[in-house]
């Protein structure tokens, strides 16, 4: 008898291949939904393996009905959607695919970053909207990028990408982390300095670190108070470590100049959310990873896990 495995989501024909060749698979083929509470609670009952994404809520009290469930293959680096204990308790295994999707997520970063600091977005609405008349001096100015100083607060793999484009710009890199990077502070000519000192000297302050309840709120009305007034915040991370009120307040006052988020507590985050409002922040939809080739690679590697769990091998990126 084949596994049994649900998707939560519509995928590319040869990942579902893929995973139907082996196994008995159910989809939930609403592409732009998540699927229901009510039809997880449901089909999580039967099934050995889940495919899931960071959308997908997997708490204790769902897991409590999975009667065979062996794994859950997160496509995603983060899994803060799954309760790990829960899973642990009952011997269920957890993958993410971290890795796979490094350098795009930096590319991203850095391109929030260049588009905050030079009033892309907001340029572009200037021109559509016909109030473009003229040239003058002061019209539409931004920041430099340059030569400017980066504080980047986790240092990860990603957050060591970023830093390899950083370099590329002539930046000053400082760096906050749990703990330090030898190695790669003399790759990029980084230093490591404490959060505040990071906070004071950047011009630029970007969250690579991962969400937790240590992280949760890091960035609140102390910290940006440290910041420069002529400073930008780039969060491409996850919701949740930037207190969003804390943001909206600092900003409005004028206490930072901009904010380039890709990430919210609340996604997708709603139409009437104050950050929204203001002109000097630009706002993305998620799509840190988002480029066709990595996405491709992420639900491959999702699916490699959950093929070797279900075969009873070690999966290349076990969480639990």
Avoid at 141 to 155: C, K
Avoid at 197 to 216: G, W
């Amino acid at each position: 008898m084949k596994p049994r495995v649900l998707i939560t989501r519509s995928m590319p024909i040869e990942i579902i291949e893929r995973i139907s060749e082996v196994c008995e698979i159910k989809i939930w083929n609403e592409t732009d939904i998540p699927i229901p509470r009510v039809v997880l609670e449901k089909e999580i009952e039967e099934v050995d393996g889940l495919f899931c994404l960071l959308t997908d809520a997997i708490d204790q009290a769902l897991l409590e009905r999975a009667k065979h469930l062996k794994v859950i293959s997160n496509m995603a680096v983060g899994y803060n959607n799954i309760d790990i204990q829960a899973a642990k308790v009952k011997g269920i295994t957890v993958t993410n695919t971290p890795g796979v999707l490094t350098e795009t997520t930096a590319d991203l970063t850095f391109a929030l970053l260049m588009a905050t600091a030079r009033r892309v977005v907001e340029s572009s609405n200037y021109l559509r909207s016909g109030d473009w008349k003229t040239w003058s001096p002061m019209q539409l100015t931004g920041q430099d990028i340059y030569g400017a100083t980066i504080g980047i607060i986790g240092m990860g793999r990603i957050g060591a990408s970023l830093a390899k484009r950083a370099r590329g710009f002539d930046m000053n890199i400082l760096y906050y982390n749990r703990s330090r990077k030898p190695g790669l502070e003399e790759t990029y000519q980084m230093k490591y300095v404490e959060l505040d000192q990071l906070l004071k000297e950047s011009d630029y302050v970007c969250i690579m670190t991962p969400y937790s309840p240590e992280t949760k709120n890091m960035i609140s009305a102390k910290e940006l108070a440290w910041m420069k007034n002529t400073a930008i915040l780039i969060n491409t991370a996850r919701g949740g470590i930037v207190n969003e009120v804390d943001l909206y307040d600092a900003l409005l006052a004028g206490k930072i100049w901009g904010a380039g988020l890709d990430v919210f507590e609340q996604e997708p985050v709603p139409l009437d959310h104050p950050l929204l409002t203001l002109p000097n922040v630009v706002t993305l939809p998620h799509i840190g990873s988002a480029s066709i080739q990595t996405r491709l690679r992420m639900a491959n590697l999702a699916v490699e896990n959950l093929l070797l769990a279900l075969n009873k091998q070690t999966p290349k990126h076990v969480v639990v």
